[in-house]
């Protein structure tokens, strides 16, 4: 299932002239869909996952549908020593890191009973550790150009999903990061957000979560885009939020306030 691509330009079409970013999760779903929206608005962009076959053949649709210039390196998240490497290639061609996009993600619907030890820890390694890694492995970066960073979260925790803990735990861990990583990084002029997305059409999140969902238990009556969500990630790393710092935008609708009615 591919995700439709975001294409319309409500900022300015240069803002992001001259900087760099690295995606993990980057070659597809929503994560391909925020990387291409910043490129679309003049930055280059490093994507990260862990099939390369799959990041080369996204990394050319997206320097075709945007112009912009994209590469991909295979690294997978939870091996430190490959995120590293994947930071250095980055710099050897691109000079610097300015925004960095943590989206690595793994999931299934999985009651506890089903749930093994290993399958929990897996989504916490992927998830969790996976973007503290990525952080940790750019951090000197990111600092040295004043950049910006935005965790992917999820509402899944807000409301205790059921089936969700190992991918909600890691979540609300996130989301506890961005919080840490604000007040410890806003000093050296590094901003730290992160963004929620609710239910996306066309993802593979949906179709593993909730592929019967009913669009009416959003309030605003209709599933996200990826495109919602590009355009947010285009705004948090925009001036236009140069005073935003520690905060998790949720763009979803306001679905999850509907806790009587969440449509799955
Ligand atoms: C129960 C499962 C399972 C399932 C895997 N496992 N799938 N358990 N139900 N459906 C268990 C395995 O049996 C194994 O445990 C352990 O998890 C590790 O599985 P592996 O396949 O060996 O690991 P790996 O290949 O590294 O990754 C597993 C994975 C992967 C995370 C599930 O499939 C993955 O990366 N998926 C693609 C990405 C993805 O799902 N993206 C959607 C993100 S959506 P045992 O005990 O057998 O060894 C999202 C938010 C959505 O993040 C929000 C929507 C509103």
Known sequence: MSASVPTTQIFKDNIFAGKVLLCSGGGSGICRGMTEAVLRHGA???????SLDKLEKAAKEMRESTG???????ADVRKPEQLEEAVRKTVERFGHIDYLINGAAGNFLAPFENLSYNAFRTVIEIDLLGTFNLTKAALKHIKASKGA????SATLYYTGTPFQQHAGSAKAAIDALTKHWAVELGPHGVRVN???PGPIESTVGMEKLGPQFDAT???????????????????LFSDAANWISGVTLVVDGGHWLNATYPGY
């Open 44 to 50: 280059k962009a490093v994507i990260i996952s862990r």
């Open 194 to 196: 992160g963004i929620a």
């Open 149 to 152: 960073i935005i965790n992917v």
């Open 68 to 74: 912009g210039e994209v590469i991909a390196i295979a």
């Open 217 to 235: 238990a959003v309030p605003l009556q209709r599933m996200g885009s990826v495109e919602d969500i590009a355009q947010s990630t285009v705004f």
